[in-house]
């Protein structure tokens, strides 16, 4: 599992994930990242660098929609949640996320 191409596993997921869900109007997704144990390093300086995956998981079939991986040394994981919510294309549901992503500027 290490060696595979994150790229190309998030799209063969995301279109298979797109099969099986059944997202309604009034649902609720919920969408968070998790640092993957084992990829902290460079502990000694403020801006630590791990592997964070981020996943959107929607609640009532308790299945995930959309998953994404970012460098958090290299990015932000701002940009990646927006890239996820506009792949899922969809309107009428509920996005529940962490206080990071309440920004005053305006996505372009």
Known sequence: MQSIDFKNFAIVF???SQSYSDI???DWLNIDGKAIKGTFDKTDINRQHFINLISIFAEKTGTVL???KIENSK???IPMVRELIEKLDIKGVVFTIDALHCQKKQPK
Do not use: A, H, L, P
């Open 14 to 16: 995301f279109e298979w």
């Open 24 to 26: 309604e109007i009034g």
């Open 75 to 77: 990015e932000s994981e």
């Open 66 to 68: 959309s998953v994404g």
